[in-house]
């Protein structure tokens, strides 16, 4: 079958819908996972708020590959990639179905690199954690898009661009990371709430940037000073919000949740686009 006929399958199977909302979690802890606080109830405030979606695609900081993938099997595993957590965390599972035709045609919307079927990963805890609060039922089908880390933040941006279309068919586009995260800067005193003057100070520059629609800065995050070089010692848990801020179109509305520092080092800052 032709890639054209491929896609016009694709575009039948998934009616024209409107623009669904594409957004950027910061997920934390795994423990959210399983615990029943502000940032797990804003999740779900967010999934009783806007439209239900035919399948979620999650860019999750936890799959950061040498090329780029997306998984394709019709039941991924639940993955509990950490280590040093309660048995009841390790217990968890999240038995949402894939979508093997939807993860077949996202390799034919990307014309700037190549998006490999992959078989093995699952879901991680960057998209299970969230996603169970969102979805409990586990009905809707779940795939992920690896980050691949030989790109930059540019081709992130990109690529984020060229999946657009899946907005149109009533896929829920989810980055999952964090905008500061430096775990070797966490502070216990702060766990529960707080953060040092820098993480404060370069979470709301980025948020200004996010609400002003100015994406330059943030794809060239390295140019914004030392304040960021602390939020983003490693760009993993930073490159989900470039793929949401990819899927924004120039007029759409932001808007910010769940936005609190925590740990010192971490912000949960989370961004709605539509």
Do not use: C
Not at 250 to 263: H, I, L, P, T
Request: proline share 6%.
């Amino acid at each position: 079958m032709s890639t054209l006929s491929q896609f016009r399958n694709f575009t039948q199977r998934l009616p024209q819908t409107e623009l669904m909302p594409t957004v950027f979690i910061g997920h934390g802890s795994p423990m959210n996972g399983i615990e029943h606080n502000e940032f797990s109830e804003g999740w779900m405030d967010l999934a009783r708020n806007i439209p239900v979606p035919k399948a979620v695609l999650v860019v999750s900081a936890h799959w950061y590959t040498h090329g780029t993938f997306v998984t394709a099997m019709d039941f991924p595993t639940t993955i509990h990639d950490f280590g040093g957590f309660p048995q009841s965390l390790f217990d968890v599972q999240y038995p949402a179905p894939g979508d093997t035709e939807l993860a077949a045609q996202i390799p034919n919307l990307v014309h700037s690199t190549n998006v490999g079927l992959d078989h093995d990963w699952g879901l991680d805890h960057g998209t299970w954690t969230v996603v169970k609060h969102m979805y409990p039922d586990a009905n809707i089908p779940v795939l992920q898009l690896s980050i691949d880390y030989t790109k930059s933040p540019e081709q992130h941006y990109e690529i984020a661009k060229e999946i657009y279309a899946l907005r149109k068919k009533g896929v829920l586009v989810i980055g999952s990371g964090n905008m500061v995260h430096n775990l070797r800067m966490l502070s216990w005193e702060m766990i529960n709430g707080g953060g040092y003057d820098w993480a404060i100070e370069i979470n709301d520059k980025f948020k200004n940037l996010i609400a002003n629609g100015d994406h330059k800065p943030l794809i060239n995050y390295r140019n914004l000073g030392a304040d960021a070089m602390l939020a983003i010692p490693t760009p993993e848990h930073y490159l989900p919000l470039i793929y949401t801020m990819g899927l924004k179109n120039e007029k759409e509305e932001v808007s910010f949740f769940n936005d609190k520092a925590v740990g010192g080092s971490l912000t949960m800052t989370s961004v709605l686009v539509g």
